[in-house]
């Protein structure tokens, strides 16, 4: 009976998800959606669509956007990658608590992670690489915790594959390696021969990876997006080494503070500390949050909200299992205090209750989805504010405008922080630098092809038809885009000596038209 009402539950929170397929994708995954509609045009990331993500969330939106270019896509995939990870935590769980503990891990997780208490509804962190790190690592640790006798290479096998389509994601996502060996190791089966396998099939999807960019050419774009930018932005972040060590010590108690689910998961990971002491199986959940912490820490101290997703499976394990292992034996009336005890700790943690913000934003969608709102107030909800370099809105009313005035075959371009223009115009950039903080930023100052330098050559080769500046995206961080084009000489120049502008425009934006169109 107990596994019966955990699994309604369960499916209780998937429905409640349901009316998040209403919402527009986010600002990267606008970014996203652009590389994978080059990609499904037999271009390629970084040589022709350059963005410092590695190349397996680029992918993933390929196949996301061959599905649909419709904005549903986005969260339709976050929604079913939700479910896919519960599942493998109920099993996970499971073997590590029995029944319930599994299937307390998969309804906290499904609870306490849902993208709706997050700001907008979600639409940042819904469908982000670590969303897809999360998955991946979650059904290779399933395969580690389940791998009997019966084809045991041949799972371990798949779960290094799994690991290696994280790390393509990711490279931070490498360390869940680990975690795997550590699931083996825990349940006294590891072997020369086990590690061999999971290390086999982790280098299968990186080397596929690696031959698709070496016969592009784009070996050293790759590197350069991949490694070299992401380790200077992280690095921005740290004053060094012990900067960072420091922030891994402190960050998961910060956020304990203010988040359900890390508060839940640093109630269990006490617990199965102490049952550690007699059972090493519970290291296991452990193990796995102490890799994403590490994960998240290399990523940089920005606090980004879709860096912290790939530890939601972890620390709803955590939290499941150390409940069910902690109180096994403790009488009714113990347990019912406890539970009362850590729901109103959720209740405190954070600005307001998780309720209120979760029952707030399905409202949103539903008063949309009843007809109760119309579709442009709908959409204005997602972005917009002084404060913010993303509006829903803005991105489809500029894709509206370049698709009814210019023609499949002429390029476009928008400098600033708003991709998902050109996926809602289908229309391809003019630069490969389809987003304006490389450029700003004046990274590889050095190679003619990047910078200012590198921007300017691609749109005399490329000349596009209308010209997007965004006024107001990255500052105080750094300047904002339309001042930024404006004050080079070799932008402005180029701009005013081809263009006149458009009046009157979106809020927020300037647009210039190619002379004599």
Not at 5 to 11: D, E, V
Not at 138 to 165: E, I
Not at 212 to 236: C, E, H, K, P
Request: aromatic share 12%; hydrophobic share 50%.
């Amino acid at each position: 009976m107990p596994t019966r009402f955990l699994l309604a539950i369960a499916g209780a929170l998937l429905i409640v998800r349901l009316p998040s397929l209403v919402q527009p994708m986010g600002p990267d995954q606008g970014l996203y959606a652009y590389v994978g509609d080059r990609i499904l045009r037999h271009e390629l990331a970084y040589r022709d669509a350059w963005d410092q993500k590695p190349p397996g969330i680029h992918y993933v939106y390929a196949g996301l956007r061959a599905v649909s270019t419709r904005d549903w896509v986005v969260p339709a995939a976050d929604l079913a990658t939700a479910a896919l990870t519960a599942a493998l935590l109920w099993f996970i769980g499971g073997r590590l608590g029995g029944p319930v503990a599994g299937g307390l891990s998969a309804v906290l997780f499904l609870l306490l992670s849902d993208p709706a208490m997050d700001r907008y509804g979600g639409v940042r962190v819904r469908a982000q690489a670590e969303t897809f790190i999360a998955l991946a690592v979650a059904g290779a640790v399933a395969l580690a915790v389940g791998a009997g006798p019966a084809r045991r290479t041949l799972r371990l096998v798949c779960a290094g594959l799994l690991v290696g389509a994280a790390f393509t994601l990711k490279y931070n996502a490498g360390l869940y390696g680990l975690v795997v060996l550590a699931a083996l190791a825990l349940g006294g089966s590891l072997t020369i021969a086990d590690a061999a396998a999971v290390a086999l099939g982790s280098i299968v999807v990186p080397l596929i990876a690696f031959g698709v960019f070496w016969r592009g050419g784009a070996l050293g774009d790759l590197y350069q997006a991949t490694i070299v930018y992401n380790m200077r932005y992280s690095a921005q972040t740290y004053a060094g080494p012990l900067d960072m060590l420091r922030y891994l010590a402190i960050f998961p108690v910060h956020h304990a503070r203010v988040n359900p689910l890390w508060f839940t998961g640093g109630l269990g990971a006490i617990a199965l500390l102490v049952a550690g002491l007699r059972n090493r199986r519970a290291w296991l959940p452990l193990v796995w949050v102490a890799a994403a912490c590490v994960s998240i820490a290399i990523n940089g101290s920005r606090e980004l909200p879709q860096y912290f997703v790939q530890a939601t499976p972890a620390l709803a394990l955590a939290a499941g299992a150390g409940a069910v292992i902690a109180l096994r034996r403790a009488p009714v009336a113990a347990r019912v205090v406890v539970a009362i005890a850590v729901a109103y700790g959720c209740w405190r943690v954070g600005s307001e209750p998780f309720p209120k913000k979760l029952a707030a934003s399905v409202g949103h969608d539903m008063a949309y989805v009843l007809h109760r709102e119309d579709w442009r107030t709908h959409v204005a909800r997602y972005g917009g504010r002084d404060v913010d370099k993303y509006s829903a809105l803005d991105n489809i009313d500029i894709g509206r405008f370049l698709a009814d005035r210019t023609a499949p075959a002429e390029t476009v371009y928008v400098f600033g922080f708003s991709p998902g223009s050109y996926a809602y115009a289908q229309r391809r950039s003019a630069s490969r630098f389809f987003w304006s903080r490389p450029v700003i930023l004046d990274f590889n100052r050095d190679d003619p092809a990047y910078g200012v330098a590198g921007l300017r050559r691609d749109l005399e080769r490329w000349p596009p038809a209308y010209v997007i500046l965004q006024q107001h995206d990255w500052s105080p961080d750094v300047q904002d885009s339309a001042p930024f084009f404006l004050s080079q000489p070799a932008l402005a120049g180029w701009l005013r000596a081809g263009y006149h502008e458009v009046h009157p425009f979106i809020e927020g934006f300037s647009a210039w038209e190619r002379n004599g169109r």
